[in-house]
């Protein structure tokens, strides 16, 4: 089910979901029913941008997978590094914009307007 969730193809999310079917005809029922704009990347209705879920923790957490067996202290410096680093990059990406929006979201205001 996961390779289905996250097919970015309707071929291969049908070429995996009809794995599952043969496999395990339960999960795939239950799976079906809930409706796959729910979980699945293909049939989604919003852009995800390559995150499986809207809640910021497990988007930080799935940073950490390889971490996670770290030291305390090497864990923490690893922690603050990464954010570290994020800020820096993000600063340096803002640097040049000339307005309080990304230039996309600009230049949609002002064809609204």
């Not at 079917?21 to 729910?38: E, Q």
């Not at 995150?51 to 770290?70: D, P, Y």
């Not at 923490?76 to 230039?103: G, S």
């Amino acid at each position: 089910m996961d390779k289905a969730a996250r097919a970015y193809t309707e071929f291969k999310y049908n070429r995996y979901m009809g794995e599952l079917r043969n496999l395990h005809k339960n999960p795939f029922d239950y799976v079906d029913s809930a409706g796959p704009h729910k979980w699945s990347r293909v049939h989604c209705l919003q852009r995800r941008f390559r995150v499986m879920t809207t809640n910021v923790a497990e988007c930080i957490n799935s940073c950490f997978k390889f971490a996670r067996q770290l030291p305390m202290l090497t864990l923490a410096e690893f922690i603050r590094n990464m954010l570290q680093r994020w800020f820096h990059d993000r600063h340096r990406a803002v640097q040049p914009m000339r307005h309080q929006l990304t230039e996309a979201s600009h230049l949609v205001m002002l064809q609204r307007v």
